[in-house]
């Protein structure tokens, strides 16, 4: 993506496959894809930025080609984002003398209630310059539920879906033998100093290493009933130095949970990276203990990595659904079997696990992750 970036700035009036240069020219199903900023009354574009942001990461693993917030501000020369009120025309120009781009996405949201609304405009220069592709108020009744409205705006822009994640079979998967040896470095949270070895480093706020929660040892502790306010100031003296035992003591939230970490990002913590080989079929389990509400519960994501054009970028995407049916009374474990796709636009080389936990806000708990290559002569139908 930064490559694309500096040929962008370097060359901001010429068309997208020269911008590109002859030896970086995209497929043919190439398409670059603008989320501009969008506006969010209130609070001086905060929530907006983090929702365009939100929609350029989904129009990036839809396989467009996107550009980051900082390469999109120099790559307009000082010239005025989109508004709701712009006329089609004056983007066209931008997306295509300045950006060399074919989709543009702009608009506002806003906070309704419990819910958001989406004012959205969006052009695709392959049907009109001159007239909106999409002018329409999206809703979403809670925030938790802007997701699929992100998806379906994209949809109706592009004309293009995200492919339905498979269904797991735990039953199934949980009798396909492996081999090898086990590739989740430390994966039982035993080993470490401050934070366990193979793992991001604890926060101290949200993310924790415990004892006496497990019965077979440490294990890691997520905590999403956090207010996001607190977590993004701790967030900022993290980035300065501050080690994770100086966090600050928990303030308490109240009310409907709406403003804590668990009813706007969630909390995301990594493995490090696992090299995997396409074509191979790999069975992944965790232990966990914790809170399900109605379509919400934790998850293990399993996300593959690939070298694209310099760049190391997120080509394949999985999960395994952490439905917690004692609601936290008992440890639980689920398993399911993924097979590392060999038609990415780049070889996966690694994946990284990612365990997360959102709504509702509360405390979770994980241990126990376990990856290991599937014994291929029992493989039937391995999940993608």
């Not at 894809?33 to 930025?49: H, M, T, V």
């Not at 003591?249 to 995997?276: C, L």
């Not at 439905?323 to 990284?352: M, S, Y």
Request: hydrophobic content about 35%; aromatic content about 10%; proline content about 7%.
């Amino acid at each position: 993506m930064r490559a694309l970036c500096l040929f962008i700035l370097a060359s901001l009036a010429l068309p997208a496959l020269q911008v590109l240069g002859a030896e970086a020219k995209p497929q043919a199903e190439s398409v670059v894809l603008i989320i501009f900023p969008f506006a969010s009354p209130g609070d001086d574009g905060k929530y907006g930025r983090q929702f365009a942001e939100n929609m350029r990461l989904r129009g990036q693993r839809l396989g467009f080609v996107t550009v980051d917030w900082l390469s999109l501000k120099d790559a307009m020369g000082g010239e005025a984002m989109p508004a709701l009120d712009t006329k089609p025309a004056d983007v066209a120009r931008a997306l295509k003398d300045r950006l060399g781009a074919t989709l543009g996405l702009w608009g506002e949201v806003r906070p309704e209630g419990d819910g958001v609304v989406i004012d959205a405009r969006g052009l695709d220069l392959r049907r009109d310059a001159e007239k909106l592709t999409i002018s329409k108020t999206y809703r979403a009744a809670e925030k938790q539920l802007v997701n699929p409205v992100e998806d379906q705006v994209l949809l109706e822009l592009s004309g293009k879906a995200k492919k339905p994640v498979a269904e797991a079979h735990p039953e199934e998967d949980a009798k396909v033998p492996t081999t090898g040896p086990e590739l989740v470095k430390n994966g039982d949270f035993e080993l470490g100093d401050k934070s366990p070895d193979g793992w991001q480093k604890i926060d101290g706020l949200t993310t924790f290493w415990v004892a006496g929660q497990s019965p077979t040892g440490k294990c890691l502790k997520i905590d999403t009933d956090i207010y996001e306010t607190q977590w993004n100031n701790w967030k900022k003296k993290q980035k300065e130095g501050t080690p994770a035992e100086m966090a600050p003591e928990k303030i308490q939230p109240t009310g409907n949970r709406y403003d804590t970490v668990g009813g706007n990002y969630g909390v995301a913590y990594f493995s490090d990276p696992i090299p995997v080989k396409p074509g191979k079929s790999y069975k992944i389990s965790i232990g966990y203990r914790g809170l399900t509400a109605d379509i919400f519960f934790p998850k293990i994501f399993i996300r593959g990595w690939a070298d694209f054009k310099g760049e190391k970028r997120s080509v394949y995407d999985a999960y395994l659904a952490l439905r917690c049916q004692t609601h936290g009374k008992e440890w639980e474990q689920n398993v399911r079997l993924i097979r590392i796709p060999e038609d990415t636009k780049a070889p996966v080389e690694f994946v990284r696990l990612m365990i997360y936990a959102y709504w509702p806000p509360g405390t979770y708990y994980f241990d126990n992750v376990s990856m290991k290559e599937a014994a291929p002569t029992e493989i039937a139908k391995p999940s993608p």
